[in-house]
């Protein structure tokens, strides 16, 4: 509550499986449809950072966790 989506750059995203899919690098504050870019080891990919989408947030290990959707990975 405390943190802007600019304090997730940084952070290491997770799938659902709990498997890193990369670093987050940047926030893009598009209206209406917020996104979060993320290096991967294929290149930088662009997530929609929606609250349906969020498994869980773990400030002290700087993880996100999400139900990322196919395709976008």
């Known amino acids: 509550d405390d943190y802007g989506y600019d304090d997730l750059v940084g952070w290491t995203l997770l799938d659902k499986d709990g498997s890193k899919k ?32 969020i498994l869980s947030v773990n400030e002290d290990l700087q993880e996100l966790s999400m139900d990322i959707p196919e395709g976008l990975l």
């Open 22 to 53: 990369g670093v987050i690098s940047d926030f893009e504050d598009i209206p209406g449809n917020p996104c979060i870019l993320v290096d991967t080891e294929n290149g930088q990919a662009m997530i929609p950072l929606h609250e349906d989408l």
